[in-house]
Nanobody, 130 residues
Framework: QVRLVESGGGSVPAGGSLRLSCEAAGYSYSNYCMGWFRQAPGKEREGVASIDSDGSTNYEYSVKGRFAISRDSSNNTFYLQMNSLKAEDTAMYYC????????????????????????WGQGTQVTVST
C-alpha cells in the first residue's frame, strides 16, 4: 500500500523559506511522476512543481526561481525547497505521485492535473505573513 506523508509546513514571514518533505512508503515504482500541488481556500488545487524518475522538472510560472523540487532516491523522499516566500504562496500543500511507463512524457503532460495522480498525501499547511 502506497502512503505519502508530507511534513515541513509552518508559518513564516514574507521572504522566508521552508522545505517541505514527502516520504513515500510502500512506493516501489521505478518509473514515476511526482508532483507538489497547493490549494488555497476558495481556489482550485494547482500544480506547483513536478519531478520524474528521469530527473526532469516542471515549475509553475509564479514559483520559478524561488522553489526547487528534488528527490532522495535512497530514502524515497521528495522535497520542495521554497525560498523568498510571498503571501500568495499561502495554501495547503500536497504531494502526489503516479507510477507510469513513460515518466517524462506523462509528467510533461500531467504535472498540472490533479486528476492524473493516484496517490496523495494528507497535506501540510504553509502560511506566509506580511
Amino acid at each position: 500500500q502506497v502512503r505519502l506523508v508530507e511534513s515541513g509546513g509552518g508559518s513564516v514571514p514574507a521572504g522566508g523559506s521552508l522545505r517541505l518533505s514527502c516520504e513515500a512508503a510502500g512506493y516501489s515504482y521505478s518509473n514515476y511522476c511526482m508532483g507538489w500541488f497547493r490549494q488555497a481556500p476558495g481556489k482550485e488545487r494547482e500544480g506547483v512543481a513536478s519531478i520524474d524518475s528521469d530527473g526532469s522538472t516542471n515549475y509553475e510560472y509564479s514559483v520559478k526561481g524561488r522553489f526547487a523540487i528534488s528527490r532522495d532516491s535512497s530514502n524515497n523522499t521528495f522535497y520542495l525547497q521554497m525560498n523568498s516566500l510571498k503571501a500568495e504562496d499561502t495554501a495547503m500543500y500536497y504531494c502526489a505521485a503516479e507510477g507510469v511507463p513513460g515518466p517524462h512524457d506523462y509528467c510533461s503532460a500531467s504535472w498540472r492535473k490533479a486528476r492524473d495522480f493516484g496517490y496523495w498525501g494528507q497535506g501540510t499547511q504553509v502560511t506566509v505573513s506580511t
